[in-house]
């Protein structure tokens, strides 16, 4: 099973950007992004329930980003609007077969399977 991560770059604060997850399996429940920024630790962003399409973000985040699910591409979706320099980070989708009604994954080591990362810069 491999998860591709694709889609960041160097925006300016304000600007959208829109991250993609690709998938090899459909056997996934449930996928998530993290970020991680230049010395700090890995954060929760979003998760989706890919059978409910249940979502659950970070307070940080909440009202700028979207996590959705693109089921004909088997791909994870990351809608950024109205980025902010604190956005600045590798991005990262993680995926895992089980999806338990009402369960918020938001830690990394529910996710059994990772894509490789991929950057986003906000500058001001």
């Known amino acids: 099973v491999q998860l591709q991560a694709s889609g960041g770059g160097s925006v300016q604060a304000g600007d959208s950007l829109r991250l993609s997850c690709a998938a090899s399996?459909?056997?996934?429940?449930?996928a998530g992004w993290f970020r991680q920024a230049p010395g700090k630790e890995r954060e929760f962003v979003a998760t989706?329930?890919?059978?409910?399409?249940?979502?659950f973000y970070a307070d940080s985040v909440k009202g700028r980003l979207t996590i959705s699910r693109d089921n004909a591409k088997n791909t994870v979706i990351l809608q950024m609007h109205n980025l902010m320099p604190e956005d600045t980070a590798i991005y990262y989708c993680?995926?895992?077969?089980?999806?338990?009604?009402?369960?918020?994954?938001?830690?990394?080591?529910?996710?059994?399977?990772w894509g490789q990362g991929t950057l986003v810069t906000v500058s001001s």
């Open positions: 993680g995926a895992r077969t089980g999806a338990a009604f009402g369960a918020h994954y938001v830690l990394g080591r529910h996710y059994e399977f």
């Open positions: 399996s459909r056997s996934f429940g449930t």
């Open positions: 989706i329930n890919l059978r409910t399409q249940v979502t």
